[in-house]
């Protein structure tokens, strides 16, 4: 399975200005400057709100390219099962 990367979640979601922009009109701070430092950083969970708005990635897909951009394995954690 091929983990997308923050470099394209960034593309998809419009380029650091449009993240910015729609940051701003949410209430937010995120900085276009900012935004460039996430490819080695990841993008940090307070922002996904924002990048899920602007694309269609759900949160597993941002943590899976959250880790590969700090060298991490992805863990997902497992579902809990309901009692039956």
């Known amino acids: 399975m091929s ?12 380029g650091p200005e449009a993240i910015a922009q729609a940051s701003s009109k949410a209430g937010g701070d995120i900085s276009k400057d900012a935004v460039y430092k996430w490819g080695k950083t990841g993008i940090p969970d307070r922002h996904w709100p924002v990048i899920i708005a602007l694309t269609s990635y759900r949160p597993e897909e941002l943590y899976a390219a959250n880790c590969a951009a700090r060298g991490l394995p992805v863990e997902l954690p497992h579902p809990v099962e309901a009692a039956e």
């Open 3 to 14: 983990t997308t990367t923050i470099k394209q979640i960034i593309k998809d979601a419009g």
